[in-house]
């Protein structure tokens, strides 16, 4: 079992869930510290409620446990941020900040920080969008990613911290809801076709967009964190492909599990960020510096989702 100890912030979140036992696994459950701003989820857990614009709440806990590791997984996400754009900034900023300078100070071997397809705007081609284009991004979420990318560089070239991250494509999966993204439609969904329920999308049936099932995007994040560091040619943020789909494609592959499952279409605001968005992810970087590659395909994630959700539901009721 390898000898670091990690501290997860965000770890209520929909990564943070379904990572958590991932790294209790790879580390041992003493080793893995689980923060967030909300109370624990599993009383197993070692936990410690953490508010992560407080930079010296941090420190206490990364001196306390000796933290080797962190994984800052804190964020507003896109649809949210733009209900209130400064509040998200601040949040978005002043929490990767704080971990970054934390890191620096207690010499932190590793951090992982997420970053997006939001980074991505406007002017970044649509299909197969490259590692390295403008990035002009539509979202105060998207902002605060490209930001974060560059900060990512600055403290790996200024401290030498090895900062790591990947721009997720929406991730899809069943351990827990993501809230606050544009592309939730498509784990909502589901959950809508295992109850029995018609589905009505805030984004219109042709909207294509990269999406990843959890499993691989966890995999990804495991794969680039244990990766030496002389492989890791890219500071910024990796592109990161899974797959492609449209709400009209998505519901076809729910239909070959339930036939009579429809969905509607009322797009809202969310579908100006969406069309600011790539529609599919050039992700040969990562494939060459780590060994990337995708397992799950559309009809691949639908059996899992489905298997899974089945399970849950038919547990509750
Ligand atoms: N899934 C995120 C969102 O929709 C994108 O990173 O905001």
């Known amino acids: 079992m390898k000898q670091d100890t990690v501290l997860i912030i965000g770890a209520n979140g929909q990564i943070g869930t379904a990572l958590l036992p991932q790294l209790q696994h790879l ?138 991250s990947l721009r997720y494509p929406g991730v899809i999966s069943y351990q827990s809801m993501p809230g606050g993204g544009t592309t939730d439609y498509a784990v909502a969904i589901y959950h809508a076709a295992v109850q029995g329920l018609d589905f009505e999308c805030f984004l219109a049936e042709d909207t294509l967009l990269p999406m990843i099932y959890m499993n691989d995007a966890l995999r990804a994040t495991l794969e680039l964190m244990e990766a030496p560091a002389h492989q890791i040619s890219v500071r910024t943020s990796y592109n990161l492909a899974g797959m492609s789909f449209t709400p009209a494609q998505v519901t076809a592959s729910i239909q070959t599990y339930f036939p009579d499952f429809k969905t509607t279409y009322q797009p809202d605001f969310r579908q100006a960020i969406a069309d600011s968005w790539p529609k599919s992810i050039d992700d040969s970087v990562a494939r060459h510096d780590w060994g990337w590659k995708p397992a799950f395909d559309l009809p691949k994630m639908t059996h899992e989702m489905i298997t899974h959700l089945t399970e849950i539901y038919h547990q509750v009721a």
Do not use: C
């Open 27 to 164: 580390y041992g459950y003493d080793r893995v510290i689980a923060t967030d701003i909300r109370p624990s989820l599993q009383s197993t857990d070692i936990f410690e409620t953490l508010d992560a614009t407080d930079a010296a709440a941090i420190a206490t806990i990364v001196k306390k446990y000796r933290i080797t590791q962190i994984y800052h997984l804190a964020a507003v996400l896109s649809a949210k941020g733009e209900t209130d754009p400064l509040w998200a900034w601040n949040l978005n900023m002043q929490t990767l900040l704080n971990v970054l300078e934390v890191a620096r100070t207690y010499q932190i071997q590793k951090v992982f920080v997420p970053s997006s397809i939001a980074a991505f705007g406007e002017h970044a081609p649509k299909y197969e969008t490259p590692q390295s284009t403008l990035l002009d991004p539509a979202t105060v979420y998207g902002i605060s990613k490209v930001a974060a990318e560059n900060w990512s560089v600055y403290y790996h070239k200024r401290y030498g911290l090895d900062v790591r």
